[in-house]
């Protein structure tokens, strides 16, 4: 299998180069896409040095796109058999592609989520982040009728096929609960493997806010009972 992995990127000035590094240690067959929504802290200049390593792609935005918008243009060129999305912030773990990856081997396997639950759990991070993941992934039990410990985790994984027909709205990091809802809504089971995880800090360029998660809220309920 080909593994197309997704960087989005904005302003990551400090982490772009290492985490690209650990990518490339993981030994699949895999290309890399980056698209970068108009860094302004020098992540560009990394990037142009970047996109000459083999199997990299860098997409430059001329404008700030969501993380949302960024996955959906980096999957648009992916020509892999298995999407991964990674961000570039290092709080996701390359090291756990193997295992996120592993689960395919059975080709009735269609989905698989990192879980940062079903490992360590992470303590380090703001309360309100780990209460506000719990409420999301328990309405998204009960809506589905399903068990998932993880639904906005950012290491969704998934083969490139489910694409076909698939339109997701969410540009930004509503993206992840409209394309778990979909997913579920589509009959896909989704298989959770556990994955570390090592939270940030706002302090060290952590981008989400409580809003989003009131607007991940809102999304899983508009797909779930409208559209």
């Known amino acids: 299998m080909k593994i197309s992995v997704i960087v989005p990127v904005y302003n990551e000035v400090a982490t772009i180069q290492p985490i ?3 990518v490339r240690k993981v030994p699949v067959d895999k290309e890399i896409i980056i698209v970068d929504g108009n860094s302004t802290d020098g992540t560009r200049n990394l990037l142009v040095w970047e996109e000459k390593q083999p199997d990299t792609q860098v997409i430059y935005k001329p404008h700030r796109c969501g ?19 990674q961000d570039a912030d290092l709080e996701l ?3 756990d592609y193997p295992h996120l990856l592993q689960p395919f081997d059975n080709p009735d ?13 992470f303590t380090e991070s703001k309360s309100w982040q780990r209460t506000g993941n719990h409420v999301i992934s328990s309405m998204v039990n ?22 076909d027909g698939l339109v997701i709205h969410g540009d930004e990091f509503d993206f992840t609960i409209e394309l778990t809802a979909k997913f579920l809504k589509k ?8 994955i570390s995880f090592k939270p940030r800090t706002r302090e060290e360029g952590k981008k989400l806010h409580f809003f989003d998660g009131i607007d991940s809220l809102w999304t899983l309920l508009k797909y779930r009972l409208i559209d």
């Open 20 to 22: 690209l590094a650990k």
């Open 67 to 85: 993380r949302g918008l960024a996955l959906k243009i980096g999957m648009a060129e992916a020509q892999g058999d298995i999407i991964l999305f």
């Open 93 to 95: 773990d390359p090291a």
């Open 109 to 121: 396997v269609k989905v698989v989520f990192g879980s940062r639950f079903l490992g360590k759990p």
């Open 142 to 163: 009960l809506l589905f009728g399903v068990s998932l410990t993880d639904a906005e985790t950012g290491y969704q994984v998934f083969r490139r096929e489910l694409l």
């Open 187 to 194: 009959g896909y089971t989704i298989v959770e493997v556990p």
